[in-house]
């Protein structure tokens, strides 16, 4: 069966923002697990799913043609490997620190 005139689903930028906070969640969820785990596959898992929370928030802040949520993000990735080299409280903070002004900014 086909169905004319039927148009593409083109994503709201509503539907970008639930994607960019469900994503920032997810890799705040992963980063506090990554610290409690002591099995290093487990947190070689969370660091991939970090990863790709980042690569999903880029791309939803992309779609929403923000340019600050995209800054912040980067800088996000880039604490986050500062922490991944090495992990230390003052890393770990900054990480912390990047998620809270994700989750506070005016369009999250």
């Known amino acids: 069966m086909e169905i004319s005139n039927a148009k593409p689903y083109k994503p709201d930028r509503d539907s970008y923002q639930k ?9 705040q969820k992963s980063f506090e697990g990554m610290q409690k785990s002591n099995v ?3 947190k070689e898992q969370y660091v991939k799913v ?9 791309d939803s802040a992309n779609a929403m043609l923000n340019s600050q ?20 409280q003052e890393n ?3 990480v912390q620190q990047d998620l809270d002004h994700l ?6």
């Open 103 to 108: 989750r506070n900014s005016e369009t999250y």
């Open 50 to 58: 970090m990863k790709e929370s980042l690569n999903i928030m880029q």
């Open 19 to 27: 994607e960019f906070n469900e994503s920032v969640e997810l890799f």
């Open 40 to 42: 290093e596959p487990q």
């Open 69 to 88: 949520l995209a800054e912040m993000k980067n800088q996000l990735a880039k604490d986050l490997n500062q922490y991944l080299d090495t992990p230390n």
């Open 92 to 94: 770990k903070l900054k």
